[in-house]
Structure formats: structure tokens, C-alpha cells
Nanobody
Framework: QVQLAESGGGLAQVGGSLRLSCVASGRSFALYGMGWFRRAPGKQNEFVAAIDWSGTITHEGDFVKGRFTISRDNHKNTVSLQMNNLQPEDTAVYYC????????????????????WGRGTQVTVSS
């Protein structure tokens, strides 16, 4: 099965930026969509962003409001999340996720049950 190695989490000030990265291994990375989810303390898992297998279709959660950008590099088997203008409510564990469905680019992209998730990386935003 796929293995996901996340990095880039840490501390940021309000208005600051972080870039999360995730390296996938164990399957043909270029054939599958990728995504990011997050979980804040006491909250449910929340969809952050997704990108299809080709990198041409992206989706973002409603809270993002243009602040985050998802991208992928199929030559390096890597998906990234650039986070700008961070706010305290962005504090959460962020999870890289790999879609189990080959060549999928439909509308069912925010269901956590169709993804294999990584271990997560902590993002903390302080005022």
C-alpha cells in the first residue's frame, strides 16, 4: 500500500506562512488524486484541499478563501500545501491523503473514506 511522509509543520505567527510537503511511495503516484485534511482539537476532520491525478483540477475547503494552494510534482511523487495569511483557527494536525481510485477526477473528492491518510503534522498559529 501507499506510504506517506509529511513535513513542514511547525509554529507560525498570525499572518505568516508555512509550506507542507508530502512524499508518497508504494504505488504509481501519477495515477491518483491527492488531498489534505485537518483536525483541530475537539473538532471533526475537515477537508482542506484536493488535486486530481493530472494536477489540472483542484478543490479547496470553504474556509480557505484563497489563502492555501495545493500542488503536486509527479516526477518527485510529492504533493504540497502552501498556506499563507495563517490565523489562529488554522491550528490543527494536517494530514496528507492519497485517493484509492485510479484516474478519478469527479466530484466526490472530499470524502475522507476514499483516501489513505498519512500520520499528520502539527501546525500551530499563535497571536
Amino acid at each position: 500500500q501507499v506510504q506517506l511522509a509529511e513535513s513542514g509543520g511547525g509554529l507560525a505567527q498570525v499572518g505568516g506562512s508555512l509550506r507542507l510537503s508530502c512524499v508518497a511511495s508504494g504505488r504509481s503516484f501519477a495515477l491518483y488524486g491527492m488531498g489534505w485534511f485537518r483536525r483541530a482539537p475537539g473538532k471533526q476532520n475537515e477537508f482542506v484541499a484536493a488535486i486530481d491525478w493530472s494536477g489540472t483540477i483542484t478543490h479547496e475547503g470553504d474556509f480557505v478563501k484563497g489563502r492555501f494552494t495545493i500542488s503536486r510534482d509527479n516526477h518527485k511523487n510529492t504533493v504540497s500545501l502552501q498556506m499563507n495569511n495563517l490565523q489562529p483557527e488554522d491550528t490543527a494536525v494536517y494530514y496528507c491523503a492519497a485517493d484509492r481510485r485510479i484516474y478519478y477526477n469527479g466530484n466526490d473528492y472530499s470524502d475522507p473514506q476514499v483516501y489513505d491518510w498519512g500520520r499528520g503534522t502539527q501546525v500551530t498559529v499563535s497571536s
